[in-house]
């Protein structure tokens, strides 16, 4: 007998997501087909009868599903690789208590569909996902300008608002510097796709370089005959990987790779002062000023005084 495909799964188990309802399950099978025989963790926030939850103990074959629901009454769907957590999706507690004891690799978030309740869950699991996983928020049509007086809940912006600055900011690879600290800056680094199939929105976090893959990039950026590759893997140390003794570590391999490359040692100098080595960050600048075209000269010296008064 041919396997069902995952539409036909949601027909026979009765969710709203197939093409009978909101027509979200074609889409979701081209995305999740990679992790079909993986043994990863899904989390559904909202279970309702729990017909999506049999759907995705059927589709996936090996995968534990985390279904996560206000109502004491959804206990009675757990089973067979089906795990049942009892609380809100806006209780902070009750989320990390769930992400301390499972990594997710899909977090699917079909829950109370209220503003404040989708960005408030996507700030806490986002973060928890594992790379390479995504996020799913279904039922952005509350956020419609006639129905989100019964939808904001009570965040100040609509849900399509919040994301949309997050595709902006991804699209354009910038924020606005004021804006860039905390959940906009981490987004910018790891969020590396957003597509949406009809009323929801995907959001992939990034698997460009998982850390077991790092040795080998960097013997291949060691080799690179351009400063380009080792900066930029420093560059993944430090914003992707938060590591800066890392970071470091490759741009002092650039610097001796490219000893006359200017620049290469203005970045040493950065790092050395967030580790607060001062003085060596001052003679890295050093090092640049002295390499330093006439354009340059000027902030490279501005950077040499700030250097000076942190010396004292
Ligand atoms: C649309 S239904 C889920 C449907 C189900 N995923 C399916 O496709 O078969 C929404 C569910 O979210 C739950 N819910 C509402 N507010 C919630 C909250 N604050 N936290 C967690 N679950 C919530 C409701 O109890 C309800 O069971």
Known sequence: ?????????????????????????????????????????IFEIGVLNGASLSMWRTYFTQAMIVGIDIHEGSRQFAGDRVEIEIGSQDDPGFLAAIVQRRTPTIVIDDGSHRADHMIFSFERLFPALAPGGCYVIEDFFGQQ?????????????????????VIRQRLLGWIDPAFDAGMPHYLLHHVERIEILNGALVIYKGSRILSQDLDNVLALAKRCKFSYSLTALSITWE?????????LEVALIAAQQFPDEPWVHVRVSQLQ??????????????RAIELATHDQRDSFTKRRDFLHTKLG
């Open 1 to 41: 007998m041919r396997e069902y495909s995952l539409d036909e799964l949601g027909i026979i188990a009765g969710t709203d997501k197939s093409s009978l309802g909101v027509n979200y399950l074609r889409q979701y099978e081209r995305i999740f087909a990679e992790f079909r025989d993986s043994s990863i963790n």
């Open 145 to 165: 300008p006639q129905r989100l007086k019964d939808w904001i809940g009570t965040s100040k912006i609509s849900a399509d608002t919040y994301f949309g600055d």
């Open 239 to 247: 914003h992707s990987l938060r590591n800066i003794p890392k970071a």
């Open 273 to 286: 002062e967030y580790l607060d080595d001062f003085e060596g960050a001052l003679q890295s600048q050093l």
